[in-house]
């Protein structure tokens, strides 16, 4: 098989079952299992054997089942980037229409937040429910949210720490594989993926997250799911926020209407779109205007305080954000000069925001949920010099001093007002 790679032919599905069935019970070696993944990263994979790869990681254990919970259950998944926070503003906003919502999220690695760890800084709650506690909740409270157990899509859990280590991770069959075994390993009736372009995502470039959008739309809807993609911008950090605790409390915000426009945007293009997925009588225009009433009346926050308290959280930190940690040793970077900002790069900021304890270098690693960084400006603001550009939360003077340090090199400033890249690229179904 390796060779047959190698040299740039097609693998059968049993091939490829085997492939992953060898590997699960150490019959593949780690060197032979990498030496194939080179060889599909070189040589890639077409949509027919990306969805046997698929199929046959999704199928190396549990399915979850939810096929007793009333409703179209729509799951939504990002690519992953730095400051998106749109799950934890999306669930309870799609739960109060009526749409339940089991979603199934990951932790960050590297550069990138994941919703798990923002979601541990609220006070008690937990993202370790038992499938059983996890399929209650979605049916009595409308929405719950646990991080990936060991039952689900263990393959990748093995193949994804092996990418990690043999610069595998940026190719199309392996992140689509990836990520469609454990959303089709999740059991919800209908998918919504947010693919990242950019500097910040695994796809530097539109075209390469346009082909990865497609493979994993063709890989959900040949399995029997239907799935529709965005591809959106992560060439700036999304919102003003990058950090655990400081992320949750401006996904609150969303919820309250008071959230930067980029952010709160995308959140109203997401949730339209899972409504609309959801509900088919409903169109775009009318799922927005559900949404912003959600907004408006309450109904979304109020739901997100159900969320919280059903999962051990204490809900009161949605109108008291003082209840969640953050960092004491506070930094303001300014401008070194006038103008318009240019480019704030997301890459630097998520580095940044990593070096301060928002993220693991390695998995294990603890993560500090107090620290990260505050935006007070993004690309197309105009700047005065001196004036504020960011506020760095660190939890030592030392770390908060080098973060200052390495922040300054985020920001670009020119002279005239730049063009933006637009938020929506290109939508894939
Ligand atoms: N997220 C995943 O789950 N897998 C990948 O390969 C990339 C991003």
Redesign the pocket.
């Known amino acids: 098989m390796i060779a047959k790679k190698r040299d740039g032919q097609r693998l059968t599905p049993e091939e490829i079952q085997f492939f992953i069935d060898s590997y699960m019970s150490g019959e593949t070696a780690d060197y032979q299992a990498a030496a194939l993944l080179m060889a599909i990263y070189l040589r890639g994979m077409d949509d027919g054997e990306t969805q046997a790869l698929t199929l046959a990681m999704a199928r190396s254990g549990q399915r979850v089942d939810l096929s007793d919970i009333p409703g179209v259950k729509v799951d939504k998944h990002s ?2 980037g730095v400051g998106d926070k749109t799950s934890i503003a999306l669930i309870p906003l799609v739960a109060s229409a009526g749409v339940p919502v089991a979603k199934m999220s ?1 932790r960050g690695l590297g550069h990138t937040g994941g919703t798990i760890d923002k979601l541990e800084s609220i006070p008690g709650f937990r993202t370790d429910l038992s499938v059983e506690q996890f399929k209650h909740n979605v049916r009595t409270v409308g929405a719950a949210i646990i991080g990936q157990t060991e039952e689900l899509a263990p393959a ?1 859990k093995m193949l ?1 720490a092996l ?1 990690d280590v043999t610069a595998t ?1 940026e190719s199309v069959p ?2 689509a594989s ?2 469609m075994s ?1 959303k089709l390993a999740g059991g919800a009736d209908k998918i919504l993926l947010d693919v990242k372009w950019g500097e910040g995502a ?1 796809m530097k470039r539109a075209e390469d997250a346009v082909q990865l959008a497609k493979t994993m739309v063709a890989v959900g809807n040949l399995s029997g799911v239907p799935t529709r993609a965005v591809v959106t911008d992560m060439n700036a950090p999304l919102g003003r926020t990058v950090g655990n605790s400081l992320e949750v409390m401006e996904a609150i915000s969303v919820l309250k209407g008071q959230a930067p426009e980029d952010l709160s945007l995308l959140v109203r293009y997401l949730g339209s779109i899972m409504l609309t997925m959801a509900m088919e009588a409903v169109d775009l225009e009318a799922a927005g205007a559900l949404i912003d009433r959600l907004i408006q009346s309450g109904k979304a926050c109020e739901t997100l305080e159900r969320v919280i308290a059903a999962q051990g959280g204490r809900a009161e930190c949605v109108n008291n954000p003082s209840l969640l940690p953050v960092a004491r040793e506070q930094r303001t970077l300014l401008s070194d000069k006038a103008g318009w900002v240019s480019r704030v790069s997301p890459m630097c900021v998520g580095r940044t925001a990593m070096s301060l304890g928002a993220g693991r270098r390695k998995k294990g690693d603890n993560v500090d949920l107090s620290v990260g960084i505050v935006l007070l400006k993004k690309p197309g603001d105009a700047v005065e010099r001196g004036e504020p550009l960011a506020r760095i939360y660190g939890a030592t003077p030392s770390a908060t001093e080098d973060a200052m340090e390495s922040l300054a090199t985020a920001f670009f400033i020119q002279d005239e007002p730049p063009s933006l890249t637009p938020l929506i690229y290109q939508e894939v179904q």
């Open positions: 690519t992953g990951g990748d994804y990418r991770i392996l992140i990836s990520i454990k695994f």
